[in-house]
Every structure is written in C-alpha cells, then in structure tokens.
C-alpha cells in the first residue's frame, strides 16, 4: 500500500461538479507543450491506496482510490488553468473524509523540518510533496518548498508520521484507520 498527497490548486469547485475534492484527481494528458512526464504520475495509485487531500496548503482530508486512472475526452467543466487540454486523467476516489480540524502543510514544515529533511537526503524519495534548497547564508539549515507544479506527490512513512501526529486525536482516528503504521509497510 502507498499513501499519495493530492496537492489541489484551492479553487472551490475542484473542476466542478462531478469533479470535486475528494471525489477524483484530475489533470490534462500533456501540457501545453505536448509533453506528458509530469502527469504520469497518477497512472501510479493502485486500488484501494488512501490518498491524503491538500487544498491551498491545508490537509483537508482523507480519501482512496476505488478506480485506477483512466483518460478521457470528456473534461471538467471548469478546468481553470488547464482549459487548454483536450484530454484528461481522471484517477476516481471514494470513502472521502473531511478533518475536522485542517492542518496547514506549512505547519507541518515548521513542527518536523528536521525529519522530513532527514527523508529526502537520506531517501531521495521520487515524487515527493517538498523540495529541499540546500543551506545558504539567509536559510543555514535549507528550506523546505511545496514541490512546484506537484499535483499528485508519493508520500513516505516518515512524512505519514508527521501528518498523523500534526493532527488532533480526533482527526488522527480518521487517518488511523486508513494508513497503516509505519511498521507494518
């Protein structure tokens, strides 16, 4: 099992209706260039992978993937910034569950900047939520960045246990019951 983070833009209607947070994760074929690496990646998830919704930086929920990504010619209805695609990925989620309390990824930054530093240089993991920029004479121990452009990011145990323990003890079950510990991936 994998934990994904969908980054989503903010926008209130997620694409519209039908198209929602928490309901799928969309994202055009190919850029405006007709390039098509950055949005392989939502063809990774498999079935049943929880996925941990961000909108505008806030950790909102917490969904799974009930349907592997398909295209399709058929978009959102308000496709914002991607109104140029004329095809789309579409990765479908189910069992979505709103926090109670949202946490802030900068939040989340600030309280483990250490562990989640130690992640990516010890692990390099590939897709991962933040960029590390390395220490300078304004940042002596680096800065952590949302990873830009990332839409759909591969999340690692050790970030899993900094969300887990940004949260309250209430929201904490919601997360609880769909990621399992660290010790047992």
Known sequence: MQVWIEAASGRDDHGGVG?????????????????????????SPCLGDPVINCSAGMIVGISRVCRLAETTTSGPPNPGVWDYARSFFRLNLDDYVA???RVSLNDVVKRFFSRIREDIETNRPKYYLFSL?????????????????????RSTATLDACIMESFTKKDRGAFESRIKPTSQR
Do not use: D, M
């Not at 928490?22 to 950055?38: A, D, E, M, S, V």
């Not at 920029?133 to 990011?153: I, M």
């Open 133 to 153: 920029y390395p220490p300078s004479e304004w940042n002596p121990t680096g800065k952590l960045v949302l990873a830009q452009g990332r839409f759909l990011a």
């Open 99 to 101: 926090c109670e309390t």
């Open 19 to 43: 198209w929602e947070l928490g309901r799928c994760i969309w994202c055009p074929t190919h850029n405006r260039l007709g390039r098509t690496q950055k949005y392989g990646i939502i063809n």
